[in-house]
């Protein structure tokens, strides 16, 4: 799971994805919560006090920024940086965050466990 | 929001940073007006001529330099206003991504306005390299040996949102004997599972249509039979042309412990539904008890009342219930 996650956010940040595109993976209980537990850092404890989620229900990771913020916050030009920008040395995964309907979703899960800590 | 708002002013202020820029800004020309040492009318002509240009030289320069005092003071006004929303902010569970950046965009405006040499002499600690997050202990990627791939250059290329689904029903979560009879990967949904499956693509397409803007979906699935199943339903649910493209990836299939490999009897896989740090009895239930939903559910609360159990049987179920499907 860690090496799918290196590949997507690999993928992400080459482009692979036209502007608009949102990602749905259909996968498994055990598999989802993996993810989760690689994507915001969860320790092993955090991991074991969740639950897998109900057959079939969205668990939704929501991005955080907008591409078209203002200038002068995230010195980027129509969301491109420069080589020195300040928000460039955040990860990508760290422009995410669990929606809160989908906290909810996950019994066991906390706020604390919604964003990379 | 408050820090938006403070660097925008700071944008707009005339000269900003670009006037900032030019900070080395020299005063006077290099050249500057010498009298000839031989006296002639046309010298004298050429003098005068120089002298106005100097003159207006040196009117631009101080009408530079009155900018760049202005676009100073107002960056150092942006950068307190900063601070303070930053601080005010600090106890706030969200973002620290950017409240990271606002601290290094308020650094940037101190030192703009020139503030930082004039602190550091009236005695507060200066940052050694305000720009560089692990002096503060925290992530900076730029030093991250997965730099290039870690942080996105450009934000237009990330994906508006990722939605991780769980399969729908399958035939093993109503019946573990499923297992006995179907291998893993082509375990089919059940009846009950079709519909949950179309009911997740209708949630899904209702999610994305809030925005009132277009979108495209890339689908990843596990090439799990009853991945693919609900995979296809949810794609089912979107016009054609909206799902650009759906991928099997073998990574998305179960996570399996090592003792799940091959030999493990149906029996003794443990429910999917339950925590497995709360399982410590599950390996001794077998094939009689895993039938029935009663059965299963008087299981849960059993699972539930040892939740306490000590450290040492905890991890010794979690690694017998990695087999969790």
Redesign the interface.
Same mark, same amino acid.
Do not use: W
């Given at each position: 799971?860690t090496?799918?996650e *290196?590949h997507l956010?690999?993928d992400?940040?080459?482009?692979?994805?036209?502007?608009?595109? /949102?990602? @749905?993976?259909?996968?498994?209980?055990?598999?989802?919560r993996?993810?989760?537990m690689r994507w915001f850092h969860w320790s092993v404890s955090d991991f074991?006090?969740?639950?897998?989620?109900?057959?079939?229900?969205?668990? @939704?990771?929501?991005?955080?920024? /907008?591409?078209i913020?203002? *200038?002068?916050?995230? *010195? /980027?030009v129509?969301? @491109?940086?420069a080589d *020195?920008a300040?928000?460039?040395?955040?990860?990508?995964?760290?422009?995410?965050?669990l929606a809160p309907a989908s906290m909810a979703v996950l019994k066991?899960c906390t706020?604390?466990m919604c964003?990379v800590? | 929001m408050r820090v938006g708002a403070a660097v925008q002013a700071t944008a707009a202020a005339p000269g900003g940073r670009g006037a900032s820029a030019k900070r080395p800004c020299r005063r006077a020309p290099a050249r500057a007006p010498t009298t000839a040492p031989r006296s002639t009318a046309r010298d004298a002509a050429a003098s005068a001529s120089l002298d106005g240009r100097v003159a207006a030289l040196l009117a631009r320069a101080d009408a530079a330099l009155a900018a760049q005092e202005a676009a100073a003071a107002a960056a150092a006004a942006a950068a307190a206003d900063l601070r303070a929303a930053v601080a005010a902010a600090g106890g706030a569970p969200l973002p620290p991504a950017s409240l990271t950046a606002a601290a290094d965009v308020a650094d940037r405006l101190e030192r703009a306005a020139g503030i930082g040499a004039s602190t550091a002499a009236a005695g507060r600690v200066p940052s050694s390299s305000p720009r560089d997050a692990r002096a503060r202990g925290e992530f900076d990627a730029r030093f991250h040996s997965t730099s290039t791939a870690a942080t996105p250059r450009d934000l237009r290329v990330l994906p508006r949102r990722i939605v991780l689904v769980r399969h729908a029903e399958s035939q093993g979560n109503v019946d573990e004997m499923a297992y006995t009879i179907v291998p893993d990967p082509q375990v089919p949904l059940t009846e009950r599972g079709e519909s949950q499956a179309r009911a997740a693509g209708d949630a899904v397409r209702t999610l994305f249509e809030a925005d009132h803007s277009p979108y495209r979906l890339h689908v990843y699935m596990s090439p799990y039979k009853r991945s693919a199943q609900t995979a296809a339903a949810i794609a089912a649910a979107f016009p054609p042309g909206v799902v650009v493209r759906s991928q099997e990836d073998v990574q998305l299939r179960e996570v399996r412990g090592g003792e799940g490999w091959g030999g493990g009897r149906a029996g003794e896989r443990p429910s999917a539904d339950v925590n497995p740090t709360l399982s410590p009895s599950l390996h001794s239930k077998t094939l009689a008890t895993s039938r029935t939903r009663p059965a299963r559910n008087a299981r849960k609360r059993n699972a539930c009342a040892l939740a306490a159990s000590s450290t040492a049987s905890r991890t010794e179920n979690r690694a017998r219930t990695c087999t969790t499907a």
């Open positions: 799971m090496l799918f *290196d956010v690999r992400i940040n080459a482009g692979r994805f036209g502007p608009g595109t /949102s990602l @749905v993976l259909v996968t498994h209980g055990l598999a989802l993996i993810f989760l074991l006090q969740c639950y897998n989620p109900p057959n079939a229900a969205p668990v @939704v990771l929501e991005r955080t920024i /907008s591409p913020a203002p *200038d002068g916050v995230f *010195d /980027s129509d969301g @491109v940086f *020195d300040a928000a460039v040395r955040v990860h990508t995964k760290a422009l995410y965050r066991g706020e604390r964003y800590g | -």
